[in-house]
């Protein structure tokens, strides 16, 4: 027994990822029916803020002090949050209202390789001959998946680039945010709930200071007035979609190596195929073909050094 728990210790960063992985999968399917009614960057804010409550209530809770916290560590956490929450996050909502959660989620594989890049240029990750092989079949797969075409799509042919930009732009910040959280965590002192506050403090801020230059009125958010209904899903969106999957993230990034732990994130679509079958989404033999060639690229990308 003490080496069955010896063994799941070594690979708790990789658990938790996979369980981000899952609550993504889940929440995912509800951020979509959320952005029929409240406008993306409003979304965002509103998750934002009651996560950071959530967040910032457990780390007090636990006893974690937040005094004297490495400055430069701040620094790279809150530029994190501004680009990959603030920005990012965004970006994603967007994605997800013109491709659906199926597409925007597989964009989401870009994510890996982008890591990749980014740590051998910023924590001197080296990359291999087979890295890059699955760099290229990650994006393969992706590509194979996003140019299939879809009856539903075919009145606004311009729309689903248009999601695919954003999709991938997301994929970008989310890869850049990683790295950065990566450093803080291993680097210095501060702990993965901490890390996670600031992150979405910064992006709530950022997202808070959009809004009133664009002058949105907060009655005007919303199109039909929210029903309980509605506020029981933003709820259950931000338990899991935001303090528990950012939080578990966090957690991945302190006990595993990036490129790994951004894999394993990355096996979201994995999840979300038997969600998506549950709904009686029809997935076509491309769809689900374009799924395991880009977790195979993911996979070998890590698995093969």
Not at 119 to 134: K, P
Request: aromatic letters at 10%; a positive charge; zero cysteines.
């Amino acid at each position: 027994m003490n080496n069955f728990n010896a063994g799941i210790g070594a690979f708790k960063g990789e658990l938790f990822a996979l369980s981000a992985a899952l609550l993504w999968a889940i929440s995912s399917v509800l951020f979509k029916s959320l952005g029929k009614t409240i406008r993306p960057l409003e979304l965002n804010l509103l998750k934002g803020f009651l996560a950071v409550i959530l967040l910032a209530a457990t780390s007090i809770l636990i006893g974690e002090p937040m005094a004297l916290l490495p400055p430069l560590a701040i620094l790279m956490l809150v530029i994190s949050g501004a680009v990959g929450i603030g920005f990012g996050d965004t970006m994603y909502f967007e994605a997800l209202n013109k491709l659906g959660a199926r597409r925007t989620l597989l964009l989401g594989i870009l994510a890996p390789p982008m890591t990749a890049v980014f740590a051998s240029i910023f924590l001197r990750e080296s990359l291999s001959v087979y890295s890059w092989a699955g760099i290229l079949i990650t994006i393969l797969g992706v590509v194979w998946v996003i140019t299939e075409k879809n009856k539903n799509e075919a009145v606004e042919k311009n729309l689903p680039w248009i999601g695919v930009f954003f999709g991938f732009l997301a994929a970008l910040t989310q890869a850049a945010g990683a790295v950065m959280s990566r450093w803080a965590l291993t680097q210095t002192s501060i702990s993965a709930l901490q890390s996670a506050v600031l992150r979405l403090v910064a992006g709530t801020a950022i997202i808070l200071i959009w809004i009133i230059i664009r002058r949105e009125k907060i009655g005007q958010w919303v199109k039909p007035r929210p029903g309980v209904r509605l506020w029981v899903i933003l709820v259950i969106v931000v338990m899991i979609g935001t303090y528990l999957a950012i939080w578990f993230q966090q957690l991945s990034f302190q006990f595993t190596k990036v490129g790994i732990a951004q894999t394993l994130l990355a096996t979201t679509p994995l999840f979300i195929l038997p969600i998506a079958a549950l709904q009686r989404e029809k997935l076509s033999f491309r769809a689900i073909s374009g799924v395991l060639i880009s977790i195979a690229g993911v996979s070998l990308l890590f698995l093969i050094r």
